[in-house]
């Protein structure tokens, strides 16, 4: 009767494990904004009813290894789908990361900004903003971690990603 009734607990847990990638992380606990042609790799969490925090998936702070710098708008900024909520320093460019939904910042990641190696090293708790948003039509149009494997798979093989630990 034990085993029955722990079947149901191992198929969830199952279904919340973490997807791998070929070494690339995508959690299945938020969702996601992917462009693969304006290397967009975001993660959208919701913290509570109508805030939601992002940050970068681990196959794009893979991609920007060394990661220099992190300038990210103030607090009470009212932001719209698509335009700046970063300006991003690698050692391969200046860049900017764009919002994933309209609305307005009421947290920044003060930690981010001193330290960006965070987000390398954690990406998936090493958020940069949390928002505000009302923005029903940009938050259906983010993707379940099951919907972008095959386009975070797609930029691994064609831009020879690493996601291995950086030290």
Known sequence: MSLFLSLPFVSWAKKMEDIDVLGCKIKRDRLYRVNEDRIIFQWVKQESKGVYSVGFMQVLSSMLYPLYSV?????????????????????????????????????????????????????????????????????????????????????????????????
């Open 71 to 167: 300038k990210i708008k103030p607090v009470g900024t009212v932001v719209e789908f698509d335009s700046n909520l970063a300006v991003v320093e690698t050692g391969k460019r200046v860049s900017t990361f764009p919002s994933p939904m309209g609305g307005r910042i009421v947290q920044v990641n003060k930690d981010v900004e001193k330290d960006p190696s965070r987000i390398i090293n954690s990406p998936y708790s090493a958020w940069l903003v949390m928002i505000e948003s009302e923005d029903e039509e940009s938050i259906r149009g983010l993707k379940r971690a099951e919907d972008v494997v095959e386009a975070v798979r797609g930029v691994i093989i064609r831009e020879k990603v690493d996601c291995l630990p950086k030290r």
